[in-house]
């Protein structure tokens, strides 16, 4: 898979390291995330300003990060606000964050595809008009059904932990 290349990339490496190349970022997020056990965090806004942050069962699927909030949780009021947003995760080798917008998906087919992804991992998800539900979630999700949501990349940075170590920006086209 091609994917979605940086449009621009910047060495924030202070150690004479090379830039990561966002191959690598893509690659890690592809395998990592497809396992439930990856801790991910989605940073959002409330609207007095506040900063909000809240654990996620994000998805990388098809180039793009997906991942799922009950309707009437304060991230999902937050998105409604702000779609401005960041989801951070702890890769193995990399640490990222993606920095981008969030907007709902309602579309039946990509619901089904990623209800789909979402079962295979264990998580027996399926579309219900245009949310997800499940027999369970996690605690703080509330009650189903869920919305799920894709997140834009505008920029994503990633400081790699071990070798070849590094530090870069890379910035996508709107």
Do not use: Q
Not at 83 to 93: D, F, I, K, Y
Not at 116 to 125: E, F, K, L, N, R
């Amino acid at each position: 898979m091609t994917g979605r290349e940086p449009v621009e990339t910047a060495n924030l490496d202070r150690y004479d390291h090379e830039a990561l190349p966002w191959s690598r970022a893509r690659e890690r997020l592809e395998i990592d995330l497809a396992k439930m056990s990856t801790p991910s965090f989605l940073a959002t806004v409330r609207p007095d300003g506040r900063p909000h942050s809240a654990g996620i069962g994000a998805m990388w699927v098809a180039d793009a990060l997906y991942f799922t909030s009950g309707p009437e949780t304060r991230k999902s009021r937050n998105l409604a606000a702000n779609p401005a947003c960041t989801v951070s995760v702890r890769l193995e080798g990399i640490d990222l964050v993606l920095e981008g917008t969030a907007s709902r998906v309602t579309d039946a087919a990509t619901l089904d595809r990623i209800a789909g992804v979402y079962s295979d991992t264990g998580w027996p998800a399926e579309r219900s008009g245009e949310s997800l539900t499940a027999p369970y979630s996690a605690p703080s999700a509330g009650p189903p059904p869920w919305h799920l949501y894709r997140l834009t990349l505008g920029t994503a940075v990633g400081v790699a932990w071990v070798e070849p170590y590094g530090a870069t920006r890379w910035r996508f086209a709107p």
